[in-house]
Structure formats: C-alpha cells, structure tokens
C-alpha cells in the first residue's frame, strides 16, 4: 500500500453533526495509515485533525497566515500568509481529497481538485459539482479516496 496525502476540506466553523463526521474521517484516513493534509483552522479542519491525532495519524496543516493561528492538532504547520489562495497548495498537496460541509473556500478547493484531475469524496456538500463523488458515510468517502492510484 503507498502511502497517501487526504485532503480533508471544509469551513472553519461549523455544527456539531458536521465536526462529528469531520472527525471521523480523520480517524478512518490516521487508522488506514495515510497522511491528513488540511487548512488548520478550526470546524472540519479542527474536528478531521482532532479525529487523526486520536488514532495515531499525521496532520499536515497548510495555513492561510501564520502559525500560531493553527489549530491544537496539527504536527507539521506551514505558514503561507497567501489568505485563500493557500487552497491551491492544500489540493496540489493531496492525492484525493474530501469535503465535508463547507462554503465558498471548499467550493474553489472542489474545483482546483476536479480541474487536476484528483478524486474528491464528498459528504454534505454545499454544492454538487460534475465530477465530485457524494457519499452518505465517512466509511464510503474514505475508502473511495484510498482506493485511486497516487499521482
């Protein structure tokens, strides 16, 4: 099995039913021995690095400013004081990516991503997007993501 980068995307605040799910797809992707490649703020991206650092994963947080605005959760923090265009560096960084919720910022990510070619799992979408896959489980959208090639 190689080793995979999973982009999880979604905005930064959000309700308890949404941070749930986002954890457990952190969880499932630490579980499954891949790497979690998020925004490390907070909501989705708290919640999925939160659900990876539980069973032993690795976070890679891919921040729009500075460091110390990161969430508790990630292991390795990169400053890129470029605001939303840091979205392009999160999809180009992972091998597939998932959506859970989300708002505009996880729109354009869906876009960079089904515009590169990449696969994107996605749970409560904020939109459908030709291309993207929508899942009812975290289960469903993991396992969709783990299962395509590395690029």
């Known amino acids: 099995m190689k ?9 930064g605040e959000c309700d308890e039913e ?9 969880e499932l992707i630490a579980e499954k021995g891949h790497v979690l490649i998020n925004g490390g703020l907070g ?7 939160k659900g990876a650092k539980s069973k032993g ?13 990161c969430n508790d959760f990630a292991d390795i923090r990169i400053a890129t004081d470029m605001g939303h265009a840091r979205n392009v560096i999160i999809v180009h ?11 505009y910022g996880t729109i354009s990510e869906i876009a960079i991503a ?16 030709e291309g993207m896959r929508v899942f009812e489980t975290p289960e469903e959208a993991v396992n969709y993501c783990i299962s395509s090639s590395v690029k």
């Open 43 to 49: 909501g989705v991206m708290e919640a999925s690095a």
């Open 18 to 26: 949404t941070y749930r799910i986002a954890y457990r797809v952190g």
């Open 3 to 11: 080793l995979m980068q999973i982009g999880v995307i979604g905005a």
């Open 57 to 69: 994963g690795l976070v890679v947080a891919i921040l729009p400013r500075k460091k110390d605005l």
């Open 114 to 129: 089904l515009k590169e070619g990449k696969r994107v799992a996605s749970l409560k979408p904020p939109v459908v997007i």
């Open 93 to 103: 960084s992972s091998d597939a990516l998932i959506s859970v919720g989300g708002g």
